[in-house]
C-alpha cells in the first residue's frame, strides 16, 4: 500500500498567517493527491484535486503544490473558520490511503 | 443539489452482521465510482471499499477482504455495503462517497459501533 505521511501532525497559527501542510508518500505517485478539510462533527470537503486542481466552491486562499513524492496545501492567511483537520489522499492506486491528518489550531 | 444519505448503523454484537445503504439524488449515479469511507471515533479517515460504474469491479482494503461486501444498484440509485464478521475495531461512522480518483461528495455518515 502506498503510505502518505503528513506533517506537521498540529500547526498553531494566528489568524492572517500563511501556512503550508506537507504531505509525503512512500513511492512516486505522479499528480494523485487530493486534499480534504473536515471541521469538528462535519463529513470532509475536498478542496484540491491532482495535487493543484481546484474545486469549485473552494476560497482561492487554498491552493496545491507538488508532484512525485512531496505536496504541498497552503493557506494563504488563515481566517478563523479554516481551524480544522486537513488530510490527504492518493488515488495512484485504486487501494486509496489517506493521511493521518493535519491539525490547524488557533495558537 | 447532490445528497448522499447512508442508513443502516446501529449497535450490533461482535461476530453479527449490518448491511449499510446509501440513496443517492442530484447527479447521474451510474457515471461515478462509488466508495464506502469510515471514521473511528476520534481518528484519521479509513478507505474501506469501491466499486466501478456498473458494478462489475470492486476493491477492498485487506482488514475488511472477504468479510464486507459492496454492491451497488443503478436503477435504484443507492450504494450498499454488507458487513459481516463484525469485529470491535470495525466500529466507525460509515460516509458514503462519489469516488472517480478523489472524493468529491460525501454524506452525513452512519455510525456503527460493534460491542457486546
Same mark, same amino acid.
Not at chain 1, 505522479?30 to 466552491?57: D, F
Not at chain 2, 449497535?11 to 439524488?25: E, F, M, Y
Given at each position: 500500500?502506498?503510505?502518505?505521511? $503528513?506533517?506537521?501532525?498540529?500547526?498553531?497559527?494566528?489568524?492572517?498567517?500563511?501556512?503550508?501542510?506537507?504531505?509525503?508518500?512512500?513511492?512516486?505517485?505522479?499528480?494523485?493527491?487530493?486534499?480534504?478539510? $473536515?471541521?469538528?462533527?462535519?463529513?470532509?470537503?475536498?478542496?484540491?484535486?491532482?495535487?493543484? $486542481?481546484?474545486?469549485?466552491?473552494?476560497?482561492?486562499?487554498?491552493?496545491?503544490?507538488?508532484?512525485?513524492?512531496?505536496?504541498?496545501?497552503?493557506?494563504?492567511?488563515?481566517?478563523?473558520?479554516?481551524?480544522?483537520?486537513?488530510?490527504? $489522499?492518493?488515488?495512484?492506486?485504486?487501494?486509496?490511503?489517506?493521511?493521518?491528518?493535519?491539525?490547524?489550531?488557533?495558537? | 443539489?447532490?445528497?448522499?444519505?447512508?442508513?443502516?448503523?446501529?449497535?450490533?454484537?461482535?461476530?453479527?452482521?449490518?448491511?449499510?445503504?446509501?440513496?443517492?439524488?442530484?447527479?447521474?449515479?451510474?457515471?461515478?465510482?462509488?466508495?464506502?469511507?469510515?471514521?473511528?471515533?476520534?481518528?484519521?479517515?479509513?478507505?474501506?471499499?469501491?466499486?466501478?460504474?456498473?458494478?462489475?469491479?470492486?476493491?477492498?482494503?485487506?482488514?475488511?477482504?472477504?468479510?464486507?461486501?459492496?454492491?451497488?444498484?443503478?436503477?435504484?440509485?443507492?450504494?450498499?455495503?454488507?458487513?459481516?464478521?463484525?469485529?470491535?475495531?470495525?466500529?466507525?461512522?460509515?460516509?458514503?462517497?462519489?469516488?472517480?480518483?478523489?472524493?468529491?461528495?460525501?454524506?452525513?455518515?452512519?455510525?456503527?459501533?460493534?460491542?457486546?
Amino acid at each position: 500500500d502506498i503510505v502518505l505521511t $503528513q506533517s506537521p501532525a498540529t500547526l498553531s497559527v494566528t489568524p492572517g498567517e500563511s501556512v503550508s501542510l506537507s504531505c509525503r508518500a512512500s513511492q512516486g505517485i505522479s499528480t494523485s493527491i487530493h486534499w480534504y478539510q $473536515q471541521k469538528s462533527n462535519e463529513s470532509p470537503r475536498l478542496l484540491i484535486k491532482y495535487a493543484s $486542481q481546484s474545486i469549485s466552491g473552494i476560497p482561492s486562499r487554498f491552493s496545491g503544490s507538488g508532484s512525485g513524492t512531496d505536496f504541498t496545501l497552503s493557506i494563504n492567511r488563515v481566517e478563523s473558520e479554516d481551524f480544522s483537520v486537513y488530510y490527504c $489522499q492518493q488515488s495512484y492506486s485504486l487501494l486509496y490511503t489517506f493521511g493521518a491528518g493535519t491539525k490547524l489550531e488557533l495558537k | 443539489e447532490v445528497q448522499l444519505v447512508e442508513s443502516g448503523g446501529g449497535l450490533v454484537q461482535p461476530g453479527r452482521s449490518l448491511k449499510l445503504s446509501c440513496a443517492a439524488s442530484g447527479f447521474t449515479f451510474s457515471d461515478y465510482y462509488m466508495a464506502w469511507v469510515r471514521q473511528a471515533p476520534t481518528k484519521g479517515l479509513e478507505w474501506v471499499a469501491s466499486i466501478s460504474y456498473d458494478g462489475g469491479s470492486t476493491y477492498y482494503r485487506d482488514s475488511v477482504k472477504g468479510r464486507f461486501t459492496i454492491s451497488r444498484d443503478n436503477a435504484k440509485s443507492s450504494l450498499y455495503l454488507q458487513m459481516d464478521s463484525l469485529r470491535s475495531e470495525d466500529t466507525a461512522t460509515y460516509y458514503c462517497t462519489t469516488a472517480n480518483g478523489w472524493f468529491a461528495y460525501w454524506g452525513q455518515g452512519t455510525l456503527v459501533t460493534v460491542s457486546s
